[in-house]
């Protein structure tokens, strides 16, 4: 029992570590205490995470793919990302304002789109029901989509369009909407 803690702890340690230390190690003392090390010393032993099956298989390679709308005003909508089943689609209105409408091609997904302005949730986003994630907003927004087959997108995005009332010249006023960032999705 006090071993599963002292694992348990030293693989949250090593979490932690990676974020600083890319060459992180678990060493373990003749003792049985154990450590997050640069390298072990002397008498320590690294530790094997795969051992107690704290690592496991590497999966598959997420696909990047980067979601650019730089528009003029009174652009009409356009699909700026497809996944094959969540499509972004944005507009930029005659007075310069943004819209990023999510639809998705699935019944019953799951769609997440968090920001500063105001949050989109839905566990239930069906293809009838198209959903406004941004309108009018200057900010970054991160949004996450589950479908039932297994899908997941995420993105991470800034939004921003030219209303006064948001003091937002997208790229300097070269364009009156922007909506940029990186999408990833699994198969």
Do not use: W
Not at 22 to 28: K, L, N, R
């Amino acid at each position: 029992m006090r071993m599963r803690s002292a694992i348990r702890v030293a693989v949250a340690l090593v979490v932690a570590a990676a974020t600083t230390a890319d060459a992180a190690v678990i060493c373990q003392k003749k003792s049985g205490a154990m450590f997050v090390r640069d390298a072990c010393k002397k008498k320590e032993t690294q530790v094997d995470l795969a051992t107690f099956g704290a690592v496991g298989p590497p999966g598959p390679p997420g696909k990047p793919t980067a979601i650019s709308f730089a528009a003029p005003a009174n652009t009409p909508a356009a699909t700026i990302f497809d996944s094959g089943k969540l499509s972004l689609v944005a507009s930029c209105s005659a007075m310069g304002l943004v819209t990023l409408v999510a639809t998705t091609a699935v019944d019953n997904a799951s769609l997440r789109s968090y920001g500063n302005s105001f949050d989109a949730v839905t566990n239930d986003f069906d293809a009838a029901a198209p959903l406004t994630i941004g309108d009018d907003v200057t900010e970054h927004r991160s949004l996450v989509y589950t479908e039932p087959g297994g899908q997941v997108v995420t993105v991470q995005y800034q939004i921003s369009d030219s209303n006064p009332a948001n003091m937002s010249t997208p790229l300097g006023g070269t364009v009156a909407c922007l909506v940029s960032g990186i999408a990833f999705q699994s198969p």
